[in-house]
């Protein structure tokens, strides 16, 4: 009886770690390495946005629809602060371009009256929009508490230099 039972809650455990991992999509929460993509820094003034064109990104139309949640506004808002911040850890990472930031705020601006943290949202691009990166710690933070984040609180801000080092270990750059 004690073996059936072991084996029974064995089997258990499995299947529930089976179902966390396919359900949770750890993958999508991870950094990964991307390939193919291209910067020119020559073009970029200190402050900007430092723009990675992506050989294999879909259109940001298809990348955020209108209709996005609220929930997968803050993944992106925070999947993108993390080219600029300081953090011991950090889950997710979209490339921060001009494009994908102007698109965010025609979302927010469509759901403004369903989406609950609509002013927050709004602040944070439009800044971003404006290449005005000297909070984006605080808009990491912010974001990440309305998260319920409790590991890779934000503490700084990465410097140009920390910020490319970011972008080469997480994506195959040519032309820098």
Not at 10 to 28: D, G, R
Not at 62 to 76: G, H, Q, T, V
Not at 108 to 113: D, T
């Amino acid at each position: 009886m004690k073996k059936i039972l072991i084996i029974v809650s064995c089997s258990i455990i499995i299947a529930a770690l089976v179902l966390y991992f396919t359900f949770t999509n750890l993958s999508k929460d991870s950094v990964t390495k991307k390939e193919s993509a291209s910067i020119n820094v020559e073009k970029q003034e200190k402050g900007q946005v430092i723009e990675i064109e992506e050989a294999d990104a879909k259109p940001v139309a298809e990348e955020f629809p209108l209709e996005m949640s609220e929930e997968k506004i803050r993944d992106a808002i925070h999947g993108m602060s993390h080219q600029k911040v300081k953090a011991d850890k950090k889950w997710g990472f979209i490339p921060l371009t001009s494009e994908r930031v102007n698109r965010l705020i025609e979302v927010v601006k469509a759901n403004q009256s369903t989406y609950k943290n609509s002013t927050t949202y709004l602040e944070i691009l439009e800044r971003w929009a404006k290449n005005d990166f000297s909070q984006v710690d605080k808009d990491h933070n912010t974001i990440w508490e309305l998260q319920n984040g409790n590991v890779g609180r934000a503490t700084g801000i990465l410097s140009r230099e920390e910020e490319m080092e970011f972008i080469q270990e997480y994506y195959d750059v040519e032309g820098t």
